[in-house]
């Protein structure tokens, strides 16, 4: 076992402060990481706060996670010393039941082990996430970061790239598709970018005109104040796909009068508390509202590579890990372009 240094909630709202653990020594199949930087997910914050239910503590939170490989197993083929690697929202599954056999491993039917506030397969051991100076993970659930793409600006690709990749690759985002982004935080302006890398023709539907010139920036071809309620008149039955990255309560009767017929919505951002879906957009024009959770391992690679090939990384605010619960303050306020990344040289 070894040694690790951390930030740490103690408690439900507590703020994040210094904290050392131990992580597991090195087993045959394991990667042994050196993390050079965490992204900060919104998902950190409801989870530290204990919003969603469940939380267990002291908890290191993080798992938007890039390093660098200091040792492996005796039996990893997969990765050696000194490979640039990332680590997602997730550090292992049971493997073998049928959603883990389709590569399906977020949905794994015996639950999978959370990167933090989670458990090992044994369903006991703890896990502690990225907000660390290192990790121990499976080969299996390490993935290769592309070389051309910066370790800093790569790590929230992890949760925000997959999250946002996922859905538009299983409900086809590409060429005549038209795709429209709910929000323009850190999950939204990874859609930006994805969907028009994808080919598709891009809409940002934000609730103000302050991140219009951002949006056309990132790749968006249109950009819509839904604040102004002409707008759902204008674009009614628009969208072939519509994704929904925001965290906060909508009307989401209202979105999904923006649908064509036999088009979707997905969720992707996670509420608090729930959404009202009247049935009556739905019946009339056969649409669908669906969810979406992040990627199995394999879609995750893929992500990447596609990333790789298309220069795609994220927007970010690189801080010191001692500015992070000022960080957290500013995320409620949306005031970061687009995502905090902590470097852990600063640990």
Known sequence: MSLAKAYAALSANAPLTPYTFERRALRDSDV????????????????????????????????????????????????????????????????????????????????????????????????????????????????????????????????????????????????????????????????????RAMGAEVTVLSHSEKKREDAKRLGAHHYYNTSDATVFEKLAGTFDLIVNTVSAQLDIGAYLGLLSVDSTMVQVGAPDKPNTVDAFPLIFGRKSY?????????????????????NISCDIEKIAINQVNTAYERVLKSDVRYRFVIDMATL
């Not at 044994?122 to 993970?137: L, M, R």
């Not at 992040?294 to 990333?307: A, P, R, V, Y």
């Open 290 to 310: 669906a969810g979406s959770l992040i990627g199995g391992i394999k879609e995750t690679q893929e992500m990447l590579d596609f990333c790789g090939k298309h």
């Open 32 to 195: 042994a990481i050196d993390i050079k930087f965490c992204g900060i997910c919104h998902s950190d914050i409801h989870q530290v706060k204990d919003e969603w239910g469940g939380s267990a503590f002291p908890m290191v939170p993080g798992h938007e996670i890039a390093g660098v490989v200091t040792a492996v197993g005796a039996k990893v083929t997969k990765y050696k010393v000194g490979d640039s690697v990332g680590v997602g929202c997730m550090v292992d599954s049971c493997r073998h039941c049928k959603y883990c056999e389709q590569h399906l491993e977020q949905f794994c039917a015996n639950g999978m082990s959370g990167t933090y506030n989670s458990t090992e397969q044994d369903k006991v051991t703890p896990t502690q996430g990225g907000y660390s100076n290192k990790i121990v993970v499976t080969e299996d659930f390490v993935l290769r970061i592309p070389e051309n793409l910066p370790l800093d600006a790569a790590a929230p690709l992890l949760c925000a790239g997959i999250t946002l990749y996922s859905p538009l690759s299983h409900w086809k985002a590409g060429p005549g598709k038209k795709v429209a982004i709910v929000g323009l935080g850190g999950l939204g302006h990874m859609g930006v970018k994805i969907a």
